[in-house]
């Protein structure tokens, strides 16, 4: 082992909307029309001097990881690959159209980045998309670190990376994909790694995140090639983050760059597989083991063997996150109120950078993490969890709860629901912000939302709809909700994430085996459904949604916490149908989320995450109808897994994708109950009731009409009653329409 050798801290990335959410206040204020470009700026600016602050006691910064709203859309921007439709006279304009759409054109699609809850844009690009490089950006935050006398390296989203994550522009022949233009792109880069160079960069940092998933032979190939050329005109770091490079990383090694930046808390193989090539002791080695994506404090001790694993290989050895620091809060000073023990086992992206510069100092501590405590764990949770014979998580045949199911609750052909929330008016939220801060007793409090949930009955009886829901206006959030109810769990007063442009979420912190103390649910669906005749459904959040959606302890595997959240929500789902709950819907939004980048690890993940749903679910009787939500349209990759869930209905969104979904999950032997979104509640478009009656001809056209259900595609939460109210009639007729046809 060499111990003088002199290792180097950086982060690949940091969190870019200030420590107290600046940029989210001075965006939405520009939107809004109250701040001009200028004032924006300034807030920016401000924004990138505190993260300059954070990242000097690093040995070397990253810059250019500040963005208005997504780095990828900034890459996209940064040479000029920007959709036709969202050209305008300046820039700033151009960004935000292709970033939130406007009047004249439609914003670019969103989609999840691998798997994160971070959304990116999704760039298109054609064989007429005219790049050219515009590294003003880069140039200019580059400079503004180096003024600080800092040692400064700028980071780009790599080629390959971009046009992976990319897709084709519309008019683009079938058979083009972006990737074919890498050889275009590469030279567009060389010309902003030499704009770079001239301003007087070394290093830069490409990161090639998509290179961590699985590629084909010729997808490698190209990308050789292209590090080949880009690695003659500057000095390439090349970083991944989101797991292991496995076969890119002999490519990347080989194309001759700097530096590799390996994830090392979720990519480990790729240290065994770099012992086993032949890598030049000059090679520059980030060793990536403080992790970016959870709020753990780093094992020093474990993280100070990984460094000397790297030490045996090579001379140049750095420390870094495993990933960008994005993915985390950026400080836990603030966090007070959080229980002692806890605390003391987080760090936040201030405490990381820390802890790199402690890792990179030869005289540095290096203590192991403390185990958890023992308070933490839950025999009792144990103990129930280990007696749970195999056939815990197995129902009756579908057939016979289908039949039971139907005697139980009757319902005509094509029966129209919604997804759970109505809209969270200003009231609700001003109600909620004065009970939360001491202004409002709990009594009126509950008063006013129990006002709310019967007024939202009254409102689906008057517009006919068949399966009630009582509109979850008690629930800040689908998963703080039940994390605030379970042991376990700690909620952070200013843990803010980015989750997309200026929206951020505060996801909860699951440091301790989970228990249920207290019915959740019960009271509020019990209370609705004394309201009215027809059956009003249980709604839940499922455990993989409300693991992907919080903050989770790293001590066991995932399969086991989820089991823990499991067992409180049969609890839970227990006595709803104790209290005469005939539907109960478990939602798992995020079931798609989970799904690992790669496609080794997903056999183990569908075993676990869907076992751990029909764990909640599989203690009702046949005659308990057990209904779950997904809202996405890109099943191919899990829809094996919906059908594992094994529930009786599943609803989707399906609106935007035509219906295609529809025979997908038909044609993947999905025999149950479907309800295929009919209107796409995240636009604020209110379709007729025609187009709506067309979707669902549709849908009974593949499944036949006894499967379908009329619902929309995602919870009413976010929209207006002027919009819903419209929307609802439309529904209601529609379905009635189509079932008069069927009969
Ligand atoms: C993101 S999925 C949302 C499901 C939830 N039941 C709702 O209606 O809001
Ligand atoms: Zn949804």
Redesign the pocket.
Known sequence: MNHRTAVRSTALGYPRIGSDRELKRALEAHWAGRLDAAGLERAAAAVRAEMLDDLSVLDQVPTGVFSYYDHVLDAAFAVDAVAPRHRRSDRLASYFAAARGDDAAAPLEMTKWFDTNYHYLVPEIGPATAFAPRPEKAVAEFLEARERGLDARPVLVGPASLLLLAKAAEGAPADFRPFDRLGDLVEVYVEMLAALAQAGAGLIQLDEPALCADRTPAELEAVAAAYRRLVAEAEILVAGGYGPFGESLPVLLESGVEGIALDLVRGRSDLEALASLDVSRETFIVAGVVDGRNIWRTDLADAAADIEAVKALTDRVGVASSSSLLHVPVDLAPETGLPPLLAERLAFARQKLIELTVLADPDGARDARPASPAAWRDAAVRDRLAALGDGADRRAPYADRQASQAKRVPLPPLPTT????FPQTAELRKARAAHRQGLMIDADYQARMKAEVAAVIAEQERLGIDVL?HG?PERND?VQYFAELLTGFATTAAGWVQSYGSRCVRPPILYGDVARTAPMTVPWTSYAQSLTAKPVKG?L?GPVTILAWSFVRDDQPLADTADQVALALRDEVADLEAAGTAII?V?E?ALRELLPVREAPRAAYREWSTRSFRLATSGVRPDTAIHT?L?YSEFGVVIDAIAALDADVTSIEASRSKMEVVADLGRAGYRSGIGPGVWDIHSPRVPAAAEMAEALRLAVAALGPDRVWANPD????TRRYEEVVPALEGLVEAARTVRAEAA
């Open positions: 919604t997804i759970g929330s829901v979850e689908m709604m959040t819907q939602d939004p939500h809202c995602c919870g009413l939460k």
